[in-house]
């Protein structure tokens, strides 16, 4: 071999040493956090290093096992650092994994073939506990490309206080918020959900963890607790579409989970008609007319306005004083779920009709519920109504009673009873003595003339027609008004003929025949629902017989307040002035769940 030749191979030797030595090339894995809590995501990402760029992949890297974890986001990271003045090139990729459950997880080697060469990472060991997050320790990962956050206005309200929930996805790319899809909702067991429709361009710009996000609201609730004590709400999900190793697929992101500490109510000063309502208030009451004349209806309205739980509110009773005839109130609910909340108001009308002329006060009605912030209880009181009623203060009925013995002995001792509760019972014995003689001698000349009628009046045959004639004008009873013709067979298609010929009398002149028609058809629904005959009617009996027959009790309660409200309607001096349509509607709308199989 020449000096040359010599020469030659050692300069490609050394120029292949340097190569080698030079080409530095490494391949780690990386985890932002070993410990984190149930539902929280956190990212693994896996790096070449390297002093060159000259390198080639033959074989792309493949996802490590990850048993237990969801992969819920992807992206690619590429880096220049110098260490002591030299250049390190780090470039790879970083997956976002959440738990599905609290326990001890590895992800395992990832591989790559690098200029021929395998190279494999070192597995990662995650701890998964079991404590959820809320909105005031929510750590979100700024190196995850999308992520989920659930949030609560407040973790420690009353039971049936008004709490705001809200779910927000936040996207470093902003194309990602128009690839979502499939919104799962987590579990709200404990609590009373009202959702509220997203408001439209609500995408905003939030910095978290000091970088930039684009965020959407993707759900708003206000829940509402149900009972005192801890209550977990589990992370909400959607999927988002991501561009992955093996093109675009869709991802599941989970939120954080939140638990909610409700209180009870204090029983601290709770008022005896406290129903349960929660929030902030106020109350109306009016009548529509306070001049009337006898047997004219008067609409007593009652409403409750405000912020809060509407769905626990009671409206209070309205007491009247005698001979003011009240009837069965008609509820009308007007609230809705805002951004802000639910609000709106709950409103009541009372039909009152005065018998008799005079005047008439309508006591005061009062209303209680829970401020959550002022933490106390708040009891709304309405003034007293005062009704002037034009027309006969008494009846002809009513004068010959009052003349009567039998009144005149009732009124003596209704005044000795005050007497003697004032007092002033000192001769108490000697009108007791007069009263009782009284009403003994009384007794002995009914009982002498009822004989004596027995013994002169002597029964006629009449012929038919005379009868007839005879029985057609006499009184009717009041247990002569509810009383319903029995027929042989009750089936659907005769309710359904009844339903048509009700609704022909919506326009009829004479509103009793509607309200008529009305009761018979309430009536032999559920006697049809039931397979209960007409001589074992009554509304009780009845009613709890659909609830066994598999009808709801709101139904139930619907089908009582219809049937009560024709009842009162058919007697009612000049109706109650509803609309006939609505009625008809609700008819037959409760009819039709009475006759469902």
């Known amino acids: 071999m020449t000096t040359t030749s010599v020469l030659n191979s050692f300069l490609v030797f050394a120029l292949t040493s340097i190569t080698a030595l030079a080409q530095q090339i490494s391949f780690k894995s990386d985890a932002d956090k070993t410990q984190v809590s149930l539902g929280e995501a956190f990212s693994v990402g896996f790096f070449i290093e390297s002093n060159t760029d000259s390198y080639s992949i033959d074989q792309p890297m493949k996802y490590p096992p990850h048993n237990g974890l969801q992969i819920v986001g992807e992206q690619r990271s590429q880096n220049v650092s110098y260490v002591n003045g030299k250049g390190v090139i780090e470039e790879g990729i970083i997956l976002a994994f959440v738990a599905e459950k609290e326990g001890k997880y590895r992800i395992g080697a990832a591989k790559i073939v690098i200029n021929g060469k395998t190279y494999t990472s070192k597995p990662v060991d995650v701890v998964v506990k079991g404590t959820g997050l809320t909105h005031n320790n929510f750590r979100s990962n700024t190196s995850q490309p999308v992520f989920l956050q659930s949030k609560v206005s407040k973790t420690n309200p009353y039971v049936n206080e008004q709490v705001g929930l809200s779910v927000k996805l936040y996207v470093k790319d902003l194309s990602y918020l128009n690839r979502k899809q499939n919104f799962r909702q987590g579990n709200l067991d404990g609590l009373s959900p009202k959702i509220v429709k997203s408001s439209p361009e609500n995408i905003k710009q939030e910095i978290v963890g000091g970088k930039q996000y684009f965020s959407e609201e ?32 869709p991802v599941e992101v989970r939120s954080n989970p939140v638990v909610i500490n409700a209180k009870a109510l204090p029983e601290e000063g709770k008022p005896k008609n406290f129903s349960g309502a929660v929030g902030q208030f106020k109350m109306n009451a009016s009548v529509d007319k306070k001049e009337v004349a006898t047997n004219e209806s008067v609409n007593f309205d009652v409403e409750i306005i405000g912020t809060g739980n509407f769905n626990t509110i009671n409206l209070p009773e309205i007491t009247t004083p005698k001979n003011l005839e009240k009837f069965a109130p008609k509820k009308r609910d007007a609230y809705k779920t805002y951004d802000t909340g639910m609000k709106g108001k709950v409103a009541e009308q009372t039909v009152l009709v005065p018998n008799f002329g005079g005047e008439y006060t309508i006591s005061p009605v009062e209303f209680s519920y829970f401020d959550p912030v002022k933490e106390k209880y708040v009891t709304l009181k309405s003034d007293s109504i005062n009704l002037s009623v034009s027309g006969s203060k008494t009846s002809s009925a009513t004068a010959m009673a009052s003349n009567s013995p039998d009144s005149t002995i009732s009124d003596k001792i209704e005044e000795m009873t005050n007497d003697v509760k004032e007092g002033k019972s000192g001769w108490l014995w000697l009108t007791g003595g007069v009263i009782a003689l009284s009403a003994g001698s009384l007794f002995l000349m009914r009982k002498k003339n009822n004989s004596t009628q027995k013994q002169t009046i002597e029964p006629k045959i009449k012929p038919l027609n005379e009868q007839n004639n005879f029985e057609s004008y006499q009184p009717k009873t009041e247990t002569q008004k509810f009383t319903l013709v029995e027929k042989p067979t009750i089936n659907s298609s005769q309710i359904s003929a009844e339903l048509d010929e009700l609704k022909k009398k919506i326009n009829a002149e004479d509103q009793k025949d509607f309200y008529q028609l009305q009761e018979n058809i309430l009536c032999n629904a559920a006697l049809l629902k039931t397979n209960t005959d007409l001589a074992h009617f009554s509304d009780e009996m009845i009613a709890n017989k659909l609830i066994e027959n598999g009808v709801s009790e709101l139904a139930v309660e619907q089908w009582k307040l219809l049937l009560n409200n024709a009842r009162q309607a058919k007697y009612a001096f000049g109706g109650l002035h509803q609309n006939l349509e609505e009625v008809f509607e609700a008819t037959q709308n409760i009819s039709e769940e009475l006759l469902r199989k």
């Open 218 to 249: 993707i759900a708003r609730y206000y829940v509402f607790p149900q009972k005192p004590g801890k209550i977990e709400i589990d992370p909400f999900s959607v999927d988002v579409v991501l561009p992955t190793t093996y093109g675009a697929e």
